[in-house]
């Protein structure tokens, strides 16, 4: 695929891609522009179209046009490099003549859900009895439904699958698409369609169906084929994503139809996992767009238990989230919007930080006024606040648990132990489909400072040669440096150069002294049986701290 993103890139030129998501100036030789992520105050996204190269200075992200599509659409490479071959007009088959079996296979497939979606809105148009259901039973509008491609699968055995014959697509074409169920009838019927769209495409790579009259399941969603990934896959992304990145957060409900009522009451940045738990996946595609997520759960103790699994997974990629409440008698999103969307609005300006709504959910279940609830409270509460990676953060509710309880910081802390422990269990390094390749270098800090002490040590001549890192030896690595390098240090006089290599040495050896304690809190999972081992590792990792 080298001779194909070569191509690419000859075709389109970086600043044509990047000012078709922000407005960019010319500044001597390269252009600025405001972050697309929201984060800078003034313009720190820079381009430099002699290089091909861009950086974000406030997000400290950078790289090629295959980079700022992966990072400004939250999409994997393969995915970017479809996206930006299409706008070029390189066509990918040619470069890859060993796949053209499954790329035929996908393509037909592709056709067969597209056209099943057209049957789907065709079939809801022509049925007046299922169109009340839809237009006053679940209160949708038409632009609503026109947005979503919202339609109807007849009660039938086998209609769309004829349908589909007719137009020349088999069988098994169908049920490459998914649309098939196991006796080779129709899988969807006698329900309201919802398509699910790629969030970078906008095709329909699935459906959920959700029954009309009586019958189970309530939802019915496609299985898991060439084009639709449910480990993956964020509903409403689609029709959410410009609104996302606009507002800067997003909204994640629980139920697909949340979702929707939520883009009709005005809430566009809502999405849904669609009928899977929150997955690292998932969070790391949001957190490509924003880092304020919003969970909109459920009080009851299957939400509080949802939101602490997806603290523990935010925690893992460094980013913070808050949590949506105060429904009042409604259960969820969509009743709350059924009875003015006013308050579905004001509930999702007024959310709280997630580790004190979860904290407040254990305060008013268990009674305090006792030793195992105090207990109960304190292991809780440990364990959620192990998660917090900010030592300032981390110590305030450290202190705020404490006085709730009338004991000393230091108290809490001799329970870190059991905490810990609990703690690493669900994020155990061993599952390599969920964790990626240097996951702690790349967060935010550590990004920074080996940016900008590498961008000194090629560039900063004899002051340079005081930095311990490698030269690296990509060219577009190199080239991005020599950006950040112009743009941060080219002005400075050699003292003052040598002042910021020493500040930037000592917070970087601080980062990854936090990378040492993270990799030695993993290991405990492994010896979590072995008394001893535990003991020893838990010492190295208070001496640590103390350091």
Known sequence: ??????????????????????????????????????VDKTPSFMVSPEKGIWHDFSANKGGDIFSFIMEVEGITFREALEKLATQAGVELKKYDKSDEVN????????????????????????????????????ELNRNTIVDFRIGYAPNSKNSLIEF????????????????????DGDLFKGRMMIPFLDANTGEVIGFTGRIIEKGEPKYLNTPETRLFNKGRFIFGLSQAKEAIR??????IVEGNMDVISSHQAG??????????????NHLKILSRLTTDIRLAYDGDEAGVKAAERAIMLAGKIGISLSVISGYGKAKDPDELIKIDPKLWQK???????????????????????????????????????????????????????????????????????????????????????????GLVESMAVMK??????????????????EIGLEIPEDEMRLEELSLIFEEKYAGMKEEALAREVASLNSRYKEELKKRRISELTEKLVEFENDEEKTVEILKQIEQLRRE
């Open 267 to 280: 809430v566009k940045e809502a999405v849904a996992t669609s009928g899977t738990a929150m997955t690292e």
């Open 103 to 138: 790329a035929c296979l996908k393509m037909r497939a592709k056709e067969a859900i597209e056209l099943a979606c057209k049957y789907f809105q065709v079939c809801l148009a022509k049925n007046k009895a299922v169109c009340e259901y839809v237009f006053y039973s679940r």
């Open 347 to 437: 509930c999702v300006e007024e959310r709280m930080p997630a580790v004190d709504w979860i904290l407040k959910k254990y305060e008013n279940k268990l009674n305090l006024m006792t030793g195992p609830g105090k207990k109960e409270y304190s292991d809780m509460a440990m364990k959620i606040i192990s998660y917090i990676e900010d030592p300032v953060e981390r110590k305030h509710y450290e202190q705020m648990v404490a006085r709730k309880l009338d004991v000393t910081v230091e108290d809490l802390q001799a329970k870190k132990i059991t905490a810990e422990t609990v703690r690493l269990k669900p994020v155990s390094t061993k599952n390599q489909e969920t964790m990626e390749p």
């Open 164 to 183: 589909l014959k007719k137009k020349g697509y088999s069988l098994q074409e169908a049920k490459e698409a998914g649309l098939v169920n196991r006796f």
């Open 1 to 38: 695929m080298q001779e194909a993103k070569e191509e690419i890139r000859a075709r389109l030129p970086i600043e044509d891609v990047v000012s078709q998501y922000i407005e960019l100036k010319r500044a001597g030789r390269t252009l600025k522009g405001r972050s697309p992520w929201g």
């Open 448 to 465: 920074s400072l080996e940016d900008s002490l590498q961008a000194i040590l090629v560039y900063g001549g004899a002051v340079g040669q």
């Open 246 to 251: 606009k507002s800067n957060f997003v909204v």
